[in-house]
């Protein structure tokens, strides 16, 4: 996984006006970056998750954003000192991902394109493997209402990206055993599915077979490279890794669960 160290280089573009407040600000490659921060707090495990489920994404062939660890400099905060913005919350190293002109908030998207534009999605098939993704890592922060995923123009035409995983192991409790979602839990009820994939999509064999057929291949690759992802983790967030790692094999990996995620994954098709 390629996780670049970038600094901030001036003053902050803009605060964004979202649940946590990242930040738009320009590194030291010279481009843009929206940046995570943990409000000043440690240790910062919804930034572990970021990073965690950043990279399980890619392993899994779900499209991101380019990511970077980044340090915004506390005196760049400059003019955008408030309440929801201070200096202090840069002490830790940020989560990052690049910051695209071209890129729109999905539920955006749909309402402003026409029916040609809607057709143009070169990955639509993703959003049932986004689905099983997000039961495997019981991320309950992406529903129907709320999809967070980011849809950009590309070559071939739109991509949708998926994007905030500060909440996966159900609302950050890896501790706890994981409990499934339930159907308003997930993407599965984003009337997009229907528009994109047809009405009867979970009748489709071919769709589903392509969402959950590489399932065990996806976890065991994710599981072999776990430990490299952890070994990125900044030493100021203050992660214990030799605590974190043992609980996200039993979370995740374990074969029981596994087995659990894909009947469960099938059991919510049928609901939909």
């Not at 901030?8 to 843009?32: F, M, Y």
């Not at 998926?162 to 499934?180: Q, S």
Request: glycine share 4%; with cysteine; charged share 25%.
């Amino acid at each position: 996984m390629n996780l670049p160290l970038r600094h901030s280089i001036t003053e902050l573009v803009r605060v964004w006006d979202t649940n946590i407040n990242p930040v738009q600000v320009i590194a030291d490659d010279v481009k843009d970056y929206v940046a995570k921060h943990n409000r000043g707090q440690a240790p910062c495990t919804r930034l572990r998750n970021e990073v965690l489920a950043h990279a399980y994404a890619g392993i899994w062939g779900l499209p991101v954003l380019e990511a970077a660890l980044l340090k915004v400099d506390p005196l760049h905060v400059g003019r955008h000192v408030s309440g929801t913005c201070q200096p202090a919350y840069f002490k830790h190293t940020c989560f990052a991902t690049r910051f695209r002109k071209d890129s729109t908030e999905f539920n955006r998207f749909l309402d402003q394109a026409n029916a040609y534009e809607g057709k143009r999605f070169v990955n639509r098939q993703d959003l049932l493997k986004i689905a099983l993704f997000d039961i495997w890592l019981a991320n309950d922060d992406r529903t129907g209402n709320h999809p967070n995923l980011l849809v950009t123009a590309d070559g071939e035409g739109f991509t949708i990206r998926v994007m905030d995983h500060e909440g996966i192991f159900y609302g950050n409790n890896p501790e706890r055993p994981l409990p499934h979602l339930t159907l308003e839990d997930s993407i599965l009820t984003h009337p997009a599915l229907r528009n994109l994939l047809g009405r009867n999509f979970k009748r489709n064999t071919n769709l589903v077979q392509q969402a959950v057929g590489n399932f065990y291949l996806w976890a065991s690759a994710c599981e072999q490279r776990t430990d490299e992802i952890l070994s990125l983790l900044p030493a100021d967030w203050r992660i214990d890794v030799a605590t974190f790692r043992p609980l996200v094999q039993q979370r995740l990996f374990a074969q029981d669960r596994l087995r659990a995620v894909e009947h469960h994954f099938h059991e919510l098709l049928q609901q939909c």
